[in-house]
Structures are given as C-alpha cells and as structure tokens.
C-alpha cells in the first residue's frame, strides 16, 4: 500500500502554487491574446467573404454580359445577311448605307471583347459552385470565432477585476487565500488557452494566404457600365432587325393571276368549236362555204374584255405566282400589273420605319485589365472546433466570486477554482471573513484528510493529481497542519 507523505504533497503544492499572481498573469494575458487574435481571424476572414461576394456577382455578371454579347453578335451577323434587301426600299438607303458603315467599323473591337468576355467566363463560371460554399465556410468561422471573442473577453475582464481587487488588498491570510484561489484558476486554463491561441496562428495564416487570391476579385474593375451598353445596342438594333424581317416577309409575299396562257387555250377551243359547229351545217356545205367561214374565222371569235374576264375567272385552269421580290427584280412585261401589287407590299413595310443609328459602344479596356491568372484556394481556415468547445465550456465563476468576496471582504468562493468548467469545490463554500477564516486555518486541512479517507477504496488512494487539486486553495499554515496530521496518523 502507498502512502502519500506530507513532504509530496508540501512539494506538489510549492511547485503548483507558483508565486501569485504568475498564473493568473498567465491566463489574464492568454485571454487578452485570444481577443486579439480572434478579432484579427475575424477581420481577415470577413475580408476574405467580402472577396467571395464580389467573385459570385462578377461570376453572374460576365455570364450575363456573355450572354447579351451572344445576343448582340447573332444581331450583328443578322444585319449583314438581310442587309441587302435594303434595295428593294430605296427610300431608306443611305441610312442602311451609314448603318453598315457603322457596324463594320466596330465589328472588330466588338470581337475582340467578345472573345475576352468568354475567356474570362470559361476561367470563373466554373468557381461558382466553391465560391458559395466558401461564403458559408466564412460566415460559420466568424460565428465561432465572434463567440470564442466573447468568452475571451468577459475572461480577461473577470480575470483583471478580480486580480486588481486582490492585489489591493492589504497583506494576510485573505489576500493569500483568494490569491490562491485565482493562481488555481489560472492553472486550469491557461494550457487550454495558450493552445487555443496556437489554433489561432493557424487561422491567421490560412487566412492569409487565402485573402491573398480572393483580394484579387476585391480590385477588379467595374464592367457593369458595359453591360449596359451592350443592352443598349442591342435594343435599338432589334427594331431595325424586326424591320428587316418584315421586310422580308412582304418580299417573300406571293402574288398570283389567272395563267394568261391558259386563257388563250381557253380562246383558242371557242374558235374551233365555232369552227366545228359552222361545219356540221348542211347549209354551209360545199367548197366555197367553207371558205367564206375560214376568212371570217377571227371576227366570230371577237368577244368582250368584260365577257372574257369572267370567261377567265370561271374558266382559269391554274395560276401564275411570284415573289414580290422576283417581280421587283423583274419580269416579262405581261405580267408588269403586278408591280404595283409588289410596290404596295413594300410600302406597307415602310410606313413604320425605325431609326437606323446604334449607340457607340462602350469602353471595353476593363475587361482586358481584369486579372484572372490565379485559381480559387481551397476555402478552409483548420477551425480546431474539439478546442473551440472546450473554451466555450470555460466558466468564470471563480473569478466572480474572488472579486465578490475581495470586494465585500466576505462571501464565499463556491466554484472549484481548479476546475476550468465551474463544478463545485470539494470543500464546502469557504467562509471569507477575518473571524471565520482564522477558525478555518486548523480544520480546512482536517477537511482534506476526511476527504482523503473518503476516497480510500480497496487500500487504493487518492492520487498525485487529485490530492494536488484539492490543496491548491490552502495556505501555507493549513499545508503545515495537514503535514502534521499526515504525520500523526502514517508515522
């Protein structure tokens, strides 16, 4: 059976309880580290979101501006395919003329851009996706962060107001005792904390590097002016284009009349039935009847333009069609009637002319002096969250009661102050006035050595560590006294 000498635990405790307020001062400027620190994390990442919220809205916005440049450019090429109807309204042009001008001369700039436009949205339309769950990795490390600041901060302010109360304080047994108590709370902390600001270190240095990319997307130039007029070319070309199509339409018109030839046909068979007829008549027969029917051949098939119009109309074995557009272009005089039905289809089209001017296009130099010779980091700042959770368990209770007790010169410290989660001491709540506290110097150790005993099961005993965390509140003369004890009843 081993028995844990006086001289052990004199020296755990010398050697735990190091001269106030060491670990107090340790864990006050651990805290104050944390709050710089996590302040720091929470500035570089909410930087590094904001660069994440300008590369989402760059993303959607060079798609769009892709998108109405598409537009632009199929109008563009639209334009110079139906172009060449303008002739058939010659009343129009010289504007068409100036207009073609105008697109010619702007087409290779516009080219150009539009093939920058889509080199930069093939590199970035790709990152949407990471740059959404990147703004969500942000947004979750400055909540954990904010509330890891807090609890730092309400530490370090728990921890000075009580360590300034007990240093005020005039020398003696209550000034040691409490100083004692926060020495133990320091102790308990601190590891955990200084780890903590280890951790982060290494926030700040991902950050840093990752910042270092996304500042990038932060100093890109505005292109939105460049949408914008893109859209407005584009929307005073689209009358011109819908003008051209209906253009086209009148000249893809068809127009027909009664086939001419087949109303000669028609003539033709009259003239051979009259012919027929005055031949089956006996009254006719003989050589020169015949002939005298064969000279007035012509005037017995005379009719009326009135009466062959509507021999025609009734009797019409087909139409004759033509494109509006093939009879401008012209065709066999016996069918020039139909010009002026092609001349009033065209007009139609011209009574509702647009204008033929385009805005000039924009400046594109920003989207040439956009940077985008990098790739998206991997948005991960190594939160140590199993930390994280301890520190949020911290629970200044100690240090509260410290400074209450300091304050009132009375009270009761309730807290394990060895303990950085805030359970309850072993020894029932100590007393603080001068009175009590002098009747406790004797029986705080006696205390200890009945809860010793307590833990004595099967001949086991309390170990090194949980004898040194329940003595780390008691003054030298209660260390002199338990040493005694111990002495007494282990020889």
Request: aromatic share 8%; net charge neutral.
């Amino acid at each position: 059976m081993r028995v844990i000498s006086a001289v052990t635990f004199v020296s755990l405790v010398g050697y735990t309880l190091a001269a106030y307020p060491t670990q107090t001062n340790n864990l006050y400027n651990a805290l104050n580290t944390c709050t710089v620190k996590t302040q720091s994390d929470i500035d570089c990442i909410t930087t590094v979101r904001d660069g994440l919220d300008k590369l989402a809205d760059y993303i959607q916005k060079v798609r769009n501006l892709k998108t109405n440049m598409g537009r632009l450019n199929s109008g563009l090429d639209t334009f110079n395919a139906v172009v060449g109807i303008a002739k058939y309204a010659p009343a129009i042009g010289s504007a068409i003329t100036a207009l073609k001008s105008t697109i010619t001369a702007i087409r290779p700039t516009f080219n150009s851009a539009y093939a920058r436009v889509k080199t930069i949205d093939a590199k970035i339309y790709p990152w949407k996706n990471d740059v959404n769950n990147g703004k969500i990795a942000c947004n979750q490390a400055i909540s954990h962060l904010n509330r890891l600041k807090t609890v730092c901060t309400n530490g370090k302010n728990y921890v000075n107001s009580a360590r300034n109360c007990v240093n005020s304080m005039t020398a003696g047994s209550v000034k040691t005792s409490l100083g004692n108590f926060m020495e133990s709370m320091g102790g308990a902390m601190y590891t955990t904390t200084n780890s903590l600001n280890t951790a982060l270190g290494n926030i700040g240095s991902s950050c840093a590097a990752i910042k270092a990319l996304t500042n990038i997307a932060l100093g890109w130039p505005d292109i939105d002016f460049i949408d914008v007029s893109i859209s407005g070319v584009y929307a005073s070309l689209q009358p011109i284009l819908d003008f051209f199509a209906s253009l086209q339409v009148a000249l893809d018109a068809r127009l027909c009349i009664p086939n001419p030839l087949d109303a000669l046909e028609n003539l033709r068979e009259l003239e051979i039935l009259e012919e027929i007829a005055e031949g089956l008549n006996p009254g006719n027969w003989g050589w020169k009847r015949r002939r005298a029917l064969s000279s007035q051949k012509r005037n017995a098939v005379k009719i009326s333009e009135e009466k062959a119009n509507s021999y025609l109309s009734l009797e019409k074995r087909g139409d004759i069609c033509f494109s509006a557009q093939d009879i401008l272009d012209g065709i066999d005089a016996i069918f020039s009637a139909l010009v002026d039905l092609a001349n009033k289809a065209i007009q139609a089209v011209l009574n509702a002319l647009p204008s033929f001017s385009l805005p000039g296009m924009p400046n594109f130099a920003n989207l040439f002096s956009l940077n985008i010779n990098f790739n998206l980091p991997t948005i991960d700042f190594s939160l140590d969250l199993p930390l994280f959770d301890l520190v949020f368990n911290f629970n200044f209770g100690c240090a509260v009661d410290v400074k209450n007790a300091c304050s009132a010169v009375s009270g009761a410290v309730s807290f394990d102050c060895g303990n950085a989660y805030g359970k309850r001491s072993l020894i029932s709540e100590a007393s603080l006035t001068e009175l009590d506290f002098a009747k406790r110097k004797m029986t705080d150790a006696e205390n200890l050595e009945t809860e010793v005993e307590k833990r004595r099961i099967d001949s086991k005993h309390m170990t090194e560590a949980e004898a040194l965390a329940a003595m780390q509140h008691l003054t030298e003369e209660q260390l002199q006294k338990l040493s005694e004890i111990m002495q007494q009843k282990h020889g």
